[in-house]
């Protein structure tokens, strides 16, 4: 691949990035489950079993239709007092290419702000992310989001 198509197949990963973080800062619960692949896998893990190894997770998804299960429980299903959320993410940083496939980290920090409350910070940690292509589009086959606290709110509702 020369350079100009090194540099455009970024660009894509960094609009699959921002389009992500937009859609889940606005709420848009719907789109969530079209940035990844039909065989997904999304799992939020404590940075402490992630680096033992261990497989406890505090949510784990492997499919796009779970993906989609957790939409209608958002709106459905969970009850909690209603907050927006806002997610600062570093810039991906390709940790190996094999074949069509993209392996990357970024950091991310995400806030938090309850209505008539100060924002706080919600979940820091890092994204280890598998990215295809599909259908000439940009899809996570594998996020992996690890928060760095052993410590987290009595419940996570939203994707992070």
């Known amino acids: 691949m020369n350079q100009a198509l090194e540099a455009q197949a970024y660009t894509e990963l960094l609009q699959l990035y921002a389009e992500y973080t937009a859609a889940i800062d606005a709420g848009d619960w719907d789109r969530w489950p079209e940035f990844f692949t039909e065989d997904c896998i999304y799992k939020l893990q ?9 497989p406890l997770a505090t949510l784990h998804f492997h499919s796009k239709g779970m993906l989609q299960d957790r939409v209608y429980g958002i709106r459905e299903t969970l ?8 997610h600062v993410v570093s810039l991906p940083r390709v940790l190996s290419v094999d074949g069509g496939r993209w392996f990357l980290e970024a950091n991310y920090a995400v806030f938090r702000t309850k209505l008539g409350e100060l924002s706080t910070v919600f979940n820091v940690g890092r994204y280890l992310d598998e990215v295809v292509r599909v259908e000439g589009a940009l899809k ?6 690890i928060y ?9 509702i939203y994707p992070i």
């Open 46 to 54: 404590p940075r402490e079993n992630h680096e033992r190894g261990l």
């Open 79 to 86: 009850f909690h007092d209603p907050y927006y959320q806002r």
């Open 140 to 145: 996570f086959a594998s996020r992996s989001c």
């Open 148 to 156: 760095d606290s052993e410590m987290i709110p009595n419940a996570i």
